[in-house]
């Protein structure tokens, strides 16, 4: 099992970050000095921090999905760029072509991280928000300014795909993706239904 101890890591961590705040030259000299410098500052805090997490940390499956890591964020950034032009596009249009609807998503993921983490590139997404998730049904509920619901889950899907790898799932990218349940009304429904109620109620 590949280990390392877990202090230097993030001693060296806070290093970099020292050197994004302070902002130095771009002098041999003047770089060197603030990574010395953030070094000590680093190292010396991680150290006397060391015994509130663990002294170990298990790296290897983190090496094994650095290059999916890096593939999921290069197509978050895509996704990210071209529905900025998408939404101003249908904003700028004299017709204004807008149909929003909700979807709901069945996931594959299952660990709290990887759907945290599909949840909010959705809703950082210009376009889609993340509306809910449904534990029992393992769905979030997706809206989305316009397109049709295997359009708003394409580009989720090839996340998805990823984040299997990435957080270690025990589906892999080529099984099936699950169905949305139809036998049941989804929460959006019954909030639209609710919704509906609370007008009659008003009225009368």
Partial sequence: MSERRTWPLN??????????????????????????????????????VRRFYAPRVDVSGGLTSFPYA???????????????????????????????????????VRSDLAITTIANSITL?????TMDY?????????????????????PIRRWEDYALVIFDEELDPGDPVPEPDRTTG????SSSTGDRGGGDDDGR
């Fill in 134 to 154: 449904d534990s029992d049904r393992n769905s979030l509920y997706v809206h989305s300014l316009a397109g049709t619901p295997a359009e708003v889950a394409a």
């Fill in 70 to 108: 890096v593939v999921y964020v290069a197509l978050f950034v895509y996704e990210l760029l071209t529905a900025n032009l998408e939404v101003a596009y249908r904003v700028l249009h004299p017709d204004c072509p807008i149909d929003p609807d909700v979807v709901e998503l069945p996931l594959r």
């Fill in 11 to 48: 001693g060296l961590a806070l290093a970099v970050l020292w050197l994004f705040v302070r902002g130095p030259s771009l002098s041999v000299t003047r770089f060197a000095e603030e990574l010395i410098i953030g070094l000590g500052v680093g190292m010396t805090l991680a150290y006397s």
């Fill in 125 to 129: 997404t210009p376009g889609t928000l």
């Fill in 186 to 189: 989804s929460p959006a429904d």
